[in-house]
C-alpha cells in the first residue's frame, strides 16, 4: 500500500502511518481490503444522495427522447435552484421542510411557474428512486397542498396594426448588441417563438436556400419543422455568423454556464426600446398579422 507522496507525506508521519498498517496487520486484517470497504461505503453513500438520482432521473429522461428545449430547461432550473439546495444531501435524510423551504424560495421571487415545475421534477425524482429501493422516503409530496396562489394569468401584451411602424423603426435603431437585436428580428421575421429562436444552431439553415429547419427532436411533434426565410433574415444572419460562426449556436451566451442567450434576453430588446409591457416576444406583433 502507497503511504503518500512526498513533501504531502514526510517521512515521519510514513513512519506513523506503517506503524499503523502493521498493528492492523498483527490483528489478522488486511488494511487494503479495509481501504477498498471505506472506498465503497463512501460511493454507496454518493450514490444515494439527492444529486445522484437527479442526474440519473435526467439522463432517463434524455433517452426516451424528451425535447432538448425541454432538456435544457430542466438543466437550468436543477443547476440554478434544486441541486443547490438539496443536491448533496443523502436521499433518506430530506425533510418536507427542506422541500417546503425550496418552494417557498422560488415562490418569494414570484416564480411560481417555475415552482410548480420544480415541485412536478422533485416528485420524480424522489417516485424513481423509490421504484429503484434507493429510498422510501417521499418529502417532495403534498408540496402542492401548501403552495402559494400564483397571481392571475394575464395574457401577453400585443401590438395593433397603426402601431406597428412605430415599432419597427424604434427595433431597427436599438442599441442593443448584434446578437440579441438578431434573436429579436428572428422572433418576428419568422413569428417563431423565443425558445426555439435562442436554442437554434448554425448546422439548422441552409442560408443559401433560405430555410431554417427544426429537428424533430426539438419539437413537440417529433417532426422536423421547416421555415422559410425572409431576404432580411438571411442578410443579418450572414452578418452575424461572421460574430458567432465558430459557435455551435447561432446565439450563444456569455460564460461557460450560459450555452445560449437567456429567455429574457429577446423581450429586454424590447424593453430598451421602450416597448416593456406593450409587447411580449411570445405574443403577435399585431391581429391578424404574422
Known amino acids: 500500500m502507497g503511504l503518500g507522496g512526498y513533501p504531502e507525506v514526510s517521512g515521519a508521519l510514513a513512519r506513523e502511518k506503517a506503524a499503523d498498517l502493521r498493528k492492523v496487520v498483527s490483528s489478522d486484517a488486511d488494511p487494503l481490503e479495509q481501504k477498498r470497504s471505506a472506498k465503497a461505503a463512501i460511493d454507496a453513500a454518493k450514490a444515494r444522495t439527492f444529486r445522484a438520482a437527479a442526474e440519473a432521473w435526467l439522463k432517463a429522461k434524455e433517452e426516451k427522447g424528451l ?34 423551504d425550496l418552494q417557498a424560495s422560488l415562490e418569494a421571487r414570484d416564480a411560481h411557474n417555475v415552482a ?70 428572428l422572433c418576428i421575421w419568422t413569428a417563431s417563438r423565443p425558445g426555439m429562436v435562442r436554442l437554434a444552431e ?67 430588446v424590447f424593453a430598451t426600446i421602450g416597448y416593456k409591457g406593450r409587447l411580449s416576444s411570445k405574443t403577435r406583433l399585431a391581429e391578424g398579422t404574422c
Not at 412536478?120 to 424513481?128: E, K, L, M, P, S
Not at 421555415?227 to 465558430?246: E, I, N, W
Request: net charge positive; with cysteine.
Open 67 to 100: 425535447a432538448t428545449s425541454t432538456l435544457h430547461k430542466i438543466r437550468t432550473y436543477l443547476d440554478k435552484d434544486i441541486l443547490p439546495a438539496l443536491g448533496d444531501k443523502p436521499l433518506d435524510e430530506i425533510t418536507r421542510t427542506d422541500c417546503a
Open 116 to 185: 410548480e415545475k420544480c415541485r412536478t421534477w422533485i416528485n420524480q425524482i424522489f417516485g424513481r428512486a423509490i421504484g429503484l429501493g434507493l429510498t422510501e422516503n417521499d418529502p417532495g409530496s403534498r408540496l402542492r397542498d401548501i403552495a402559494a396562489q400564483a397571481p392571475k394569468t394575464q395574457q401577453h401584451p400585443h401590438l395593433l396594426e397603426p402601431e406597428l411602424a412605430e415599432f419597427l423603426q424604434a427595433l431597427k435603431n436599438t442599441p442593443s448588441r448584434l446578437t440579441a437585436r438578431t434573436a429579436a428580428w
Open 202 to 268: 448554425w448546422k439548422e439553415f441552409d442560408l443559401e436556400k433560405a430555410i431554417w429547419t427544426t429537428p424533430a427532436a426539438k419539437m413537440k411533434m417529433r417532426r422536423d419543422f421547416v421555415c422559410s426565410l425572409p431576404h432580411q433574415a438571411v442578410t443579418a444572419l450572414r452578418d452575424l455568423h461572421c460574430l458567432t460562426g465558430r459557435s455551435r449556436w447561432v446565439f450563444p451566451g456569455v460564460g461557460a454556464k450560459n450555452p445560449t442567450i437567456s429567455e429574457n434576453t429577446i423581450n429586454k
